[in-house]
C-alpha cells in the first residue's frame, strides 16, 4: 500500500498569513496513463469532506483561488495564499493512483 | 445539481449484518463509478470499496479491513449503490461516505453513521 506523510499535522495561522501543508507519498503517484491521481480535500468541523484540488493542482469549482496546489512524483504541497477563518479544519492528501486509495493523516488547520 | 445521499445507518449488535444506499442524482448515476469511505469517530479517512461503472466492467476491490465481510454493488436503474456489510465488528464503527469518481473524485454524500454495539 502506498503510504502518504503529511507535515505538519497542526498549523496554527493568523488569518491573513499564508499557511502551505506538506505530503509525501511512499512510492510514486505517477500512473502509467501519465496522470498523477493526488488530490486535497477539507473537512470542516461536523461537515463532511470537501475535494479542493484534484491531480495535483486542479482547482474544483467553487474552489477560492487562494487554495492551490503543486508537486510531482512523490512530493505535494497544498498552499492558502491567505488563511480565512472559514479555512479552520482538517485537511487530507488523498492518493488514487493505485488500489488501495490511501489518505494522509490530516492537517488541523487553526485560526491564532 | 449533483447530490449523494446516504441511508440507511444506525446501531447493530457485532456479528449482525447492515446494508447501506447510497442514492445519486443530478447527474448519469451509470457513466460514473462509486466508492464508499469511512471515519472512525475522530479518527482520519479510510477508504473502504470501489466499484467501476458497468462501461468499465462493474469490477469492484475491497479495502483488506472488510474484505470477505463488506459487498459493494449497483442499481443504475434506481440510481443507488449499496453498501452490504457483514459480520460487523466494533472497529466498523464510523460514519460512511460514499463518493463519485470519474478521471477523479469529485463529490461526496454528507454520510451514514453505523454504530456497532452490544
Known amino acids: 500500500d502506498i503510504v502518504m506523510t503529511q507535515t505538519p499535522l497542526s498549523s496554527p495561522v493568523t488569518p491573513g498569513q499564508p499557511a502551505s501543508i506538506s505530503c509525501r507519498s511512499s512510492?510514486?503517484?505517477?500512473?502509467?496513463?501519465?496522470?498523477?491521481?493526488l488530490s486535497w480535500l477539507q473537512q470542516r468541523p461536523g461537515q463532511p469532506p470537501r475535494p479542493l484540488i484534484y491531480k495535483v493542482s486542479n482547482r474544483f469549482s467553487g474552489v477560492p483561488d487562494r487554495f492551490s496546489g503543486s508537486g510531482a512524483g512523490t512530493d505535494f504541497t497544498l498552499k492558502i495564499s491567505r488563511v480565512e477563518t472559514e479555512d479552520v479544519g482538517v485537511y487530507y492528501c488523498m492518493q488514487a493512483t493505485q488500489s488501495p486509495i490511501t489518505f494522509g493523516q490530516g492537517t488541523r488547520l487553526e485560526i491564532k | 445539481e449533483v447530490q449523494l445521499v446516504e441511508s440507511g445507518g444506525g446501531l447493530v449488535q457485532p456479528g449482525r449484518s447492515l446494508t447501506l444506499s447510497c442514492t445519486g442524482s443530478g447527474f448519469t448515476f451509470g457513466d460514473y463509478a462509486l466508492s464508499w469511505f469511512r471515519q472512525a469517530p475522530g479518527q482520519g479517512l479510510e477508504w473502504v470499496t470501489f466499484i467501476r461503472s458497468k462501461t468499465h466492467g462493474g469490477t469492484t476491490e475491497y479495502a483488506a479491513s472488510v474484505k470477505g465481510r463488506f459487498s459493494i454493488s449497483r442499481d443504475d436503474s434506481k440510481n443507488i449503490a449499496y453498501l452490504q456489510m457483514n459480520s460487523l465488528k466494533t472497529e466498523d464503527t464510523a460514519v460512511y461516505y460514499c463518493g463519485r469518481s470519474g478521471d477523479y473524485f469529485d463529490y461526496w454524500g454528507q454520510g451514514t453513521l453505523v454504530t456497532v454495539s452490544s
Open positions: 512510492q510514486s503517484l505517477v500512473r502509467s496513463d501519465g496522470n498523477t491521481y
